[in-house]
């Protein structure tokens, strides 16, 4: 009779587990992430961010410095071979970057423009995700590289769809998978892995970004150091001038 009603416990303590994990909507698991990172007020008051770091190639590592600012501005300076250049910039506006065979500024295409507005966007899509007119299910669970994480699907308000997959044990997003919208990418599986979480006063931010496409490595970036609320001048985003003007 003990081992009935032991084995009886195990069975209920086995399907309430069961249960509860069930019961967890994908508002909680947002929740839960957004507070693992330090919580909302903190990322509704970050305005700018600057970053520095390398991304690794097969000529050797590249310095890059990456300055973003709410709500939309985003600019990617490199050196490469020697040679600082703008690896691509948005004012909010315009789509621009620097043509490294001919070293000149060059607008992008009305397409690659339309992409860029959505990816230069500061404030985190999860955040407030509902006003910002996005829809959020719970997909249930995907082992991603031995991590079983929740898999939440986000239908955005213009239509697209972006996968978000968090760690079951603390909730933090591991990886992310979109879908290219321009270009030789365009309608591509892309899959951002995110990792090396470090403290930035008070808030955890990723260190390591690295995109995969069909599971091969296309870019990774090491961030070396990330500063925030720092001032940003909105005229380092605009489309450079004609010379003699």
């Known amino acids: 009779m003990k081992t009935i009603k032991n084995l009886l416990a195990i069975c209920l303590i086995a399907l309430l587990s069961a249960t509860y994990a069930q019961a967890q909507t ?50 990617v300076t490199a050196t490469f071979q020697g040679k600082e250049m703008v690896f691509q910039c948005f004012d909010g506006k315009e789509f621009w970057g620097v043509n490294f065979m001919n070293m000149q500024a060059e607008k992008k295409s009305a397409e690659e423009t339309k992409e860029m507005q959505d990816e230069a966007e500061f404030e985190s899509k999860l955040l407030d995700y509902a006003s910002k007119g996005h829809k959020i299910s719970l997909e249930g669970k995907e082992t991603i590289d031995g991590t079983e994480c929740f898999k939440i699907k986000m239908v955005e308000k213009d239509g697209d769809n972006a996968y978000y997959f968090f760690d079951t044990d603390n909730y933090v997003l591991i990886m992310t998978r979109t879908y290219g919208k321009s270009g030789q990418m365009k309608g591509m599986e892309i899959e951002s892995y995110l990792s090396d979480y470090k403290e930035v006063e008070g808030m955890m931010m990723p260190h390591s970004t690295e995109q995969k496409i069909k599971g091969q490595t296309i870019s990774k970036i090491l961030a070396d150091t990330i500063k925030i609320n720092e001032a940003i001048d909105d005229k380092i985003f605009a489309f450079p001038a004609p010379a003699g003007k």
């Open 26 to 75: 994908a508002d909680e698991i947002i929740n839960k992430y957004i507070d693992a990172i330090g919580g909302k007020a903190k990322w509704k008051a970050l305005k700018s961010m600057t970053q520095t770091g390398k991304a690794p190639s097969p000529q050797g590592d590249i310095p890059f410095l990456v300055q973003a600012k709410a709500p939309n501005k985003l600019k």
